[in-house]
């Protein structure tokens, strides 16, 4: 058994917002020359997401207003977490919504996808430098 | 390390509804021979879902009510998705509640599972030939 | 490759409480002897998660509400699936909020793991016996 992790790195402008990030899942998949197995892509932070979902900006648009929605950012006294000293209550929130973490098939050395299939960064706490895992085993 | 891989098909007659396939993964994990790993199941669709819950007809009933309330179908105009000619916006959040994956321990050749833990796939978009990966790695 | 399986036992007084379990999860990484692979632990018991976030109660008490307002414990009427004679139909909306399993990454033989993340158990019907697996394949 072969395994091979790397970590990629983002900083995002906004507080909230999506990135996609297939490309560099693959080309660890290459790197890895791994040809059947899994492979984990997460979030190392617990205000951010990895999910699959569809590259098209209006749905992405759709995503942050019900995000919104479901766990607004204000009034900051909404959340308990927030007396802490945190602004990022709803991110905490807005995350489990989203998903931690995915796992995708790697079959004959590719990212085994459905058509419409892509890999996406969700940062809900953006404007500081956060880290994805990869991580890849099989043979 | 071992590894097999299956593609399963659907074609759900309604627009939302949770189909059980656990036997369709059993059965995939019976021809890989594999007696100890990982089964990875997901929808290779991004207005699908594959989740483990109770087989129970009430409960399906309340998800799909819950899933309306929390992402109605309509008006299609609550999603700027839909412009791009779709009308499947509402199914796309569905999905991220209920999931796109399960992974699922394989212990002695089997499922290993609690009581009641059962893999459904969940459709939200249907009356279209959709599919499932199935993939088991281990030994 | 091995793979290493426990059973964690659970019973929380309450009808819902998350426990932290990241040390319970070490500890069996640990006993495998495995220093590189996958980490997978789940709820066996579909109204409980296991899921990562921040260990902080206030975040806790903020999760807890935000489910009860999701997916609220009453009227039991509410739910389809109480009509079973169950009490918990609330108990399987709210764990497909949080989620079933997480995957973890083992590098080097620990749990790899960014600042903030810990794994819970998130109980949603206590005040009864439960169990959580982990299986830890790699080598």
């Known amino acids: 058994m072969k395994a091979t992790t790397r970590y990629l790195t983002f900083n995002v402008p906004a507080r909230m917002d999506f990135i996609h990030i297939t490309g560099d899942v693959q080309q660890v998949v290459d790197e890895s020359g791994i040809m059947e197995g899994l492979c984990l892509v997460n979030a190392m932070h617990i205000t951010a997401s990895v999910f699959i ?52 098939a790697v079959t004959n050395g590719r990212l ?28």
């Open 53 to 104: 979902n569809d590259d098209e900006s209006g749905l992405h648009q759709d995503y942050k207003d019900w995000l919104e929605e479901l766990a607004p950012h204000e009034p900051l006294s909404r959340y308990r977490h927030n007396r802490t000293g945190e602004d990022n209550g709803d991110a905490h929130h807005k995350r489990q919504i989203m998903g931690r973490e995915v796992v995708v």
């Open 112 to 139: 085994d996808f459905g058509t419409w299939e892509r890999i996406f960064y969700g940062e809900f706490d953006g404007r500081r430098r956060k880290r994805v895992l990869v991580k890849v085993i099989g043979e």
